[in-house]
């Protein structure tokens, strides 16, 4: 019975991931609204039934797609305060520069839009939370913070990829330079720790959130 059940969840997973792979290589050609189940299912050479077994249609794809690829990227604050990386992961952004099969997610106004979404999605407590713990922030104010800089990020990503840029390491830190020093503006110099754990004028690397 545990054979057959691991012999089912890796065809699953194949499946899935089969559809998945078929859903990039068309959202390269035409633009999500343009993308049916029928031109999907040909692709990845399966039947509507095969393909309603595992999703609900494409949006539902798209869905698990990002879910996917942001799984193991960190927070905001766990990428630009942790240049250690010690317990972080690594940026979305980076992700994107090291699989360019992910790159067309930035270029498609649909997919880009949700994708902002999840990554905010998946900062905004831990970020707006530690703001307005360590400045006079309001809640409304650290979530507009939050806004801008991924909406910022997510436009200097565009353009660096549209552009081939070949210097991504040095752009990413000063962008990095640029968000940490907005953030750390906000802070209140009372004694408390700042945003990146250490106390106001102490040096040393910026420690894991």
């Not at 949700?114 to 979530?143: D, G, V, W």
């Not at 752009?171 to 209140?188: C, K, N, T």
Request: glycine residues 4%; aromatic residues 8%; charged residues 25%.
């Amino acid at each position: 019975m545990k054979n057959k059940t691991k012999v089912t969840d890796r065809r699953t997973r194949y499946t899935r991931q089969t559809i998945k792979d078929s859903f990039l290589s068309l959202l390269k050609e035409k633009p999500f609204p343009k993308i049916t189940v029928t031109e999907l299912c040909r692709l990845s050479e399966i039947n509507r039934g095969t393909f309603y077994l595992h999703y609900y249609d494409i949006d539902d794809v798209l869905d698990d797609l990002l879910n996917d690829v942001i799984t193991d990227t960190s927070s905001i604050l766990d990428h630009v305060l942790c240049s250690e990386k010690i317990g972080c992961t690594y940026p979305f952004c980076q992700k994107v520069q090291e699989d360019v099969r992910l790159q067309v997610l930035f270029f498609d106004d649909v997919a880009s839009s949700r994708l902002l979404e999840k990554l905010c999605e998946l900062s905004k407590e831990s970020f707006i939370t530690h703001l307005m713990q360590n400045s006079l922030l309001t809640f409304e104010q650290a979530e507009a913070v939050l806004y801008f800089q991924m909406n910022g990020c997510l436009a200097i990503n565009k353009r660096m990829l549209k552009n081939k840029c070949t210097n991504w390491k040095e752009i990413q830190q000063a962008v990095d330079h640029f968000i940490r020093a907005g953030l750390e503006s906000f802070l209140i110099c009372d004694g408390r720790q700042t945003i990146s754990g250490k106390a106001p004028g102490r040096s040393g690397t910026p420690e894991a959130l």
